[in-house]
Each structure stands twice: as C-alpha cells, then as structure tokens.
C-alpha cells in the first residue's frame, strides 16, 4: 500500500474552544499535528498570560496521551502592556492576535483602530522582545475587497517595525501574495479551504453555511494561485488550517456563524491535492518544515502516516459538521 509519513506537522491556525467542545474536537489536531497556534478568540477572549496558561492546561487534558504542543497566543488589546509582554516571554507566549473589531467570529473586542498610538507602543515592545504578531486581515468594506482594502495597514506595520515577523493569517486574495512577497517580515498562513474551494462552494449551489468563513472564499482564480503556493511549498507560507468548529444550529440557524470545522481531514486532504498536481515531495515543507524555520519551532519526534485507503467523512461530529461531511477522501491515517 503507497504510504507517506510526515515529520512534525504543524497547524499555525487553529480554533481549539473550550468546555465540551474542545472535548470532542481535540483529538483530531492531536492524531494529525505535533503543535498548533492556538487562537485566543474565545468567550470570553484570553486577554492575559494567567488565562493562556490556564487554557494551555486545559488544551493538554483534551488531547490526553497524545504528545502536542499547544503554542498560545494573547488577544491583542489596548491593555496589555510591557509587563504583561515580558510575563508572556518567560512564560513561552509568543504570539500575538489582532482582530480588526468586527471582522470575524469573536472579534468584539478587536481593534478599531489600527495604526493608533496605543497600539503601535504595543507593537513596537513586541517586536523588541521578538514576539510574533498573527494578523486577521481584513477591512470592513464590501465583502470581496476586504483583505485587499487592508494591504495598506500591512505595508504600514512590515515597514513601521522592520524587525517584527508579522504573519498575514488565513490568504484568501490572489493580490496579497506580492505584499507578502515585497516585504522580508511579512509571512503568511494558508488554509485548505482557500486552496481548495471557490465563492461557489458556499453559494453556487444551495446556500451551505457549512462553507461559510471569513475571509469568505473567493474566485477560482484566487483559490487556484493560492494553491501554486502551497503546492510550491513556497519559503513565506505556512499551513495553518484555520479549523473553526460551531455547532450545527449556530450554523445553520439565523445566526450563521463563521467558521469552517475542517480538523478531522486536513492532512488526507493535503495528501489528495499533492498528489493529483504532482507535488507530494512539498507536502511535508508545507505543513511543517516552512513552519519551523519561519516561527523557529523545534521539531518533535512525532511521525504521522498517510495511507491510501479510502476514508469517509462522517456527517457530524458531536454536533459539528465536518467539512465535506457525507463525502469520501482516497487517503486516510496509517
Ligand atoms: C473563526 C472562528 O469561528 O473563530 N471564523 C472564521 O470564519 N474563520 C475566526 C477567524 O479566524 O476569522
Ligand atoms: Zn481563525
């Protein structure tokens, strides 16, 4: 049987939750990832270091035996300070999440404004103490223009504070590809679902809210440059899956959530999309190498085998809807 196994992967985006949820989601980043940055857009958000810590633990109970290493970040706000930023140091946090307010799911008590004073002290302490600053970035213009509208707060900051590594989180434009190229400390994520689906996926058809999230998914013409890149392993992109379960009635309800559920078949994913363009040998520099060397992640021992059997998606999981629930991968975990 043709088998590939995978050094270390790593998720550099993911939404864990809390409570029962995180109960039922966990083992799915556990069996597939050695590490994951950890989204702090809970409810409420994690603003500080002593409630990182404290979901750090309750993370590391989730995934039980599995060996995994839960990288947390701090929800930026106007209140952290250098003190908080040095406690997070020594306290292995190294990331930081701006939301521009109301941009996404659990966005309230994001950002206003960006480039204002406050903040840029902020930025500029972290970039002295070589925090990491993950930017959800979109503006809140007409839906489609969003990311590319704020370009400019990205150029302002890459160029600000040159010493900062600043990741443009979760590519959904095919134009923000050359900022992330211009600029030697902009790096970038990509999700599955960028690189795999189109506006279609979510209102081609029958409207399916199960393929709703922000940044909303865009043209083919934007999802097929973006996966040239992740086909191409290329230096400045990561993976990180953007994984982002709701249950099913705040999905489908009036309430439409944001989010997409996709933990339970990233990597088979990856592997089917590989090896259809030719590219299995850039799988592991796109899920973990480039990973590693961009945010400077030690490596785990941990090995992950694909198989190609046939797997099937289930249609719910603990309340949640998988991505292409109901459908069927041709690769699956050894
Ligand atoms: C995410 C969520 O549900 O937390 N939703 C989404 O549509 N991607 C938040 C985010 O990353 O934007
Ligand atoms: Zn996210």
Redesign the pocket.
């Known amino acids: 049987m043709e088998q590939i196994t995978l050094k270390s992967p790593l998720d550099m985006h993911l939404?864990l939750r809390d409570g029962e949820v995180l109960k039922s989601v966990a083992k799915y980043t556990a069996k597939s990832f050695s590490g994951a940055l950890v989204?702090p857009?809970l409810n409420p958000p994690i603003l500080n270091v002593d409630s990182a810590l404290a979901y750090k633990q309750r993370i590391l109970e989730a995934m039980g035996e599995e060996k995994f290493n839960p990288m947390m970040s701090l929800y930026l706000t106007e209140s952290l300070d250098r003190n908080e930023l040095l406690k997070a140091k020594d306290n292995g946090i190294c990331f930081l999440k701006l939301y521009p307010k109301g941009a996404?799911?659990?966005s309230e008590n994001g950002v206003s404004e960006i480039l204002n004073p406050k903040i840029l002290e902020i930025l500029e302490i972290a970039q002295e103490l070589d925090l990491i600053l993950s930017i959800?970035g979109e503006s809140n213009g007409f839906v489609l223009e969003r990311e590319a509208e704020f370009h400019q707060v990205f150029i302002e900051l890459a160029e600000t504070f040159p010493r900062l590594k600043i990741i443009f989180e979760h590519l959904s434009d095919r134009r923000s590809i050359a900022v992330v190229e211009k600029y030697p400390n902009l790096y970038a994520t990509l999700t599955l679902h960028h690189i795999s689906m189109s506006l279609d996926d979510v209102i081609g058809g029958a409207l399916n809210p199960h393929a709703f999230?922000?940044p909303i998914l865009k043209t083919p013409k934007d999802r097929d440059a973006l996966r040239e890149v992740a086909l191409n392993a290329h230096s400045k992109f990561s993976f990180g899956s953007?994984s982002?379960p709701?249950l099913q009635g705040s999905k489908e309800n009036a309430k439409g959530?944001?989010?997409i559920f996709s933990a339970p078949i990233l990597l088979p994913t990856l592997a089917m999309i590989f090896e259809a363009h030719d590219k299995m040998d850039n799988l592991e520099r796109f899920v973990s190498l480039n990973a590693q060397r961009i945010y400077g992640i030690h490596a785990s021992d941990k090995q992950v085998i694909l198989v190609k059997k046939p797997m099937a998606i289930p249609h719910e999981i603990h309340g949640i809807v998988p991505l292409n629930a109901g459908g069927s991968l041709t690769w699956s975990f050894g």
């Open positions: 939404h989204m857009n996404t799911t659990g959800h999230c922000k953007d982002a709701h959530a944001a989010g």
